[in-house]
């Protein structure tokens, strides 16, 4: 029987460059930015160490967020625009991130995607199946890449979990649970519209819909749930509460639970946890205690060797310009969206969708 070490020994086994060192690209890469919402520090966190990247304008409907953005250091030589068509149809970047509300997403997207240009997103791709389904044809049709910030498949715990069950420590996964449970604090308007904001299960819900396929190695096939919004009437039209529920491509369950209902006095603002369970074993990630691994000859142990952390944009940019291998393939990209739109339809008409 193989030990835990040797397990993650065997599937750890190629080093990642250290997490400070410069990334080159054999190319200069004129970088645009559309918008500021969600994510965007995934994308100018990692700039000092991308020298060859270049940010040569940002767009953003709010001159307030312009002007905050500017001090950066590797955004202040950038060109400002209102509009982000304007700033399309007049610069020529060779990479688009797109960081905009979630009603606003997909036509931004498309908006690159038709000049031809490489594009990475916040999520979800879109509010609406047919906006979705419009990206991907225009990705096909264009020939240009795309990708999307989900950056909790680049973080050590969740490849650790992936290492784990491809090495065979916990069998064959036959369910899994997640949670994501947040404060609301202090947001902007645009999370308490629906034409804006789209709803729970579409914002934060694709995090973990992604993480349970990267993890476990199972496809989603067919999706069900509820949605509902509890007491807080300043939050307008935001879910606060939803469950989604999953079914196995090998007859497993999955499902989902999210809220908005962490206090402020809660000693973090997030409290993500990830369950797998197999039929040798079961693996446990929960964001304040870390990750547990038991299995059927192992009594309960805290998995302390982790690999180290990835980075979504520079894994992006890697891939598109120096043909390397990316951890977030399109197709998941477009499994996640699907399965991810595919719960939000179930929980929003009260039926149960394909995926």
Same mark, same amino acid.
Request: aromatic share 6%; hydrophobic share 40%.
């Given at each position: 029987m193989l030990s835990r070490r040797?397990?993650?020994?065997?599937?750890?086994?190629?080093?990642?460059?250290?997490?400070?060192?410069?990334?080159?690209?054999?190319?200069?890469?004129?970088? =645009?930015?559309?918008?500021?919402?969600?994510?965007?520090?995934?994308?100018?966190?990692?700039?000092?160490?991308?020298?060859?990247?270049?940010?040569?304008?940002?767009?953003?409907?709010? =001159?307030?967020?312009?002007?905050?953005?500017?001090?950066?250091?590797?955004?202040?030589?950038?060109?400002?625009?209102?509009?982000?068509?304007?700033?399309?149809?007049? +610069? $020529?970047?060779?990479?688009?991130? %797109?960081?905009?509300?979630?009603?606003?997403? =997909?036509?931004?997207?498309?908006?690159?995607?038709?000049?031809?240009?490489?594009?990475?997103? +916040?999520?979800?791709?879109?509010?609406?199946? !047919?906006?979705?389904?419009?990206i991907k044809s225009a990705v096909?049709?264009?020939?240009?890449?795309?990708?999307?910030?989900?950056?909790?498949?680049?973080?050590?715990?969740?490849?650790?979990?992936?290492?784990?069950?491809?090495?065979?420590?916990?069998?064959?996964?036959?369910?899994?649970?997640?949670?994501?449970?947040?404060?609301?604090?202090?947001r902007d308007s645009w999370y308490?519209?629906?034409?804006?904001?789209?709803?729970?299960?579409?914002?934060?819900?694709?995090?973990?819909?992604?993480?349970?396929?990267?993890?476990?190695?199972?496809?989603?096939?067919?999706?069900?749930?509820?949605?509902?919004?509890?007491?807080?009437?300043?939050?307008?039209?935001? +879910?606060? %509460?939803?469950?989604?529920?999953?079914?196995?491509?090998?007859?497993?369950?999955? !499902?989902?639970?999210?809220?908005?209902?962490?206090?402020?006095?809660?000693?973090?603002?997030?409290?993500? $946890?990830?369950?797998?369970?197999?039929?040798?074993?079961?693996?446990?990630?929960?964001?304040?205690?870390?990750?547990?691994?038991?299995?059927?000859? $192992?009594?309960? +142990?805290?998995?302390?060797?982790?690999?180290?952390?990835?980075?979504?944009?520079?894994?992006?940019?890697?891939?598109?310009?120096?043909?390397?291998?990316?951890?977030?393939?399109?197709?998941?990209?477009?499994?996640?969206?699907?399965?991810?739109?595919?719960?939000?339809?179930?929980?929003?008409?009260?039926?149960?969708?394909?995926?």
């Amino acid at each position: 029987m193989l030990s835990r070490r040797h397990l993650l020994a065997s599937a750890l086994a190629t080093p990642a460059a250290a997490a400070d060192s410069p990334v080159r690209l054999p190319k200069r890469i004129r970088l =645009a930015i559309i918008g500021f919402e969600g994510h965007p520090g995934e994308v100018t966190g990692p700039l000092p160490r991308l020298p060859d990247v270049e940010v040569i304008a940002i767009a953003d409907f709010d =001159a307030a967020v312009l002007q905050r953005e500017a001090r950066r250091p590797r955004l202040a030589a950038a060109v400002k625009y209102a509009d982000y068509r304007q700033m399309l149809e007049r +610069e $020529r970047p060779d990479v688009v991130a %797109v960081c905009n509300t979630n009603g606003e997403r =997909a036509a931004a997207v498309l908006a690159a995607l038709k000049r031809g240009l490489h594009v990475i997103a +916040e999520k979800p791709l879109a509010t609406r199946r !047919s906006d979705y389904n419009e990206i991907k044809s225009a990705v096909a049709r264009q020939g240009v890449k795309l990708g999307q910030l989900l950056p909790m498949r680049f973080s050590s715990p969740f490849l650790a979990m992936r290492d784990l069950v491809r090495a065979g420590a916990i069998g064959e996964v036959a369910q899994m649970d997640s949670q994501k449970s947040y404060r609301v604090g202090d947001r902007d308007s645009w999370y308490f519209k629906r034409a804006s904001y789209g709803g729970t299960i579409l914002w934060i819900g694709i995090h973990m819909i992604d993480l349970m396929r990267f993890t476990s190695g199972r496809e989603f096939r067919q999706a069900g749930g509820f949605q509902g919004h509890v007491g807080f009437p300043r939050i307008g039209d935001m +879910e606060n %509460v939803t469950v989604s529920m999953f079914r196995l491509d090998n007859g497993g369950t999955a !499902s989902l639970r999210m809220d908005y209902l962490r206090t402020p006095s809660s000693p973090t603002s997030s409290d993500a $946890r990830l369950r797998l369970a197999g039929t040798r074993g079961i693996l446990e990630y929960r964001e304040n205690d870390g990750l547990t691994l038991m299995t059927i000859d $192992r009594k309960p +142990e805290a998995v302390t060797d982790l690999p180290p952390r990835g980075q979504v944009f520079i894994d992006f940019l890697e891939h598109v310009y120096a043909s390397k291998p990316t951890q977030l393939p399109l197709d998941d990209i477009w499994r996640a969206n699907e399965a991810t739109i595919a719960a939000h339809e179930a929980a929003a008409e009260g039926r149960i969708v394909g995926v």
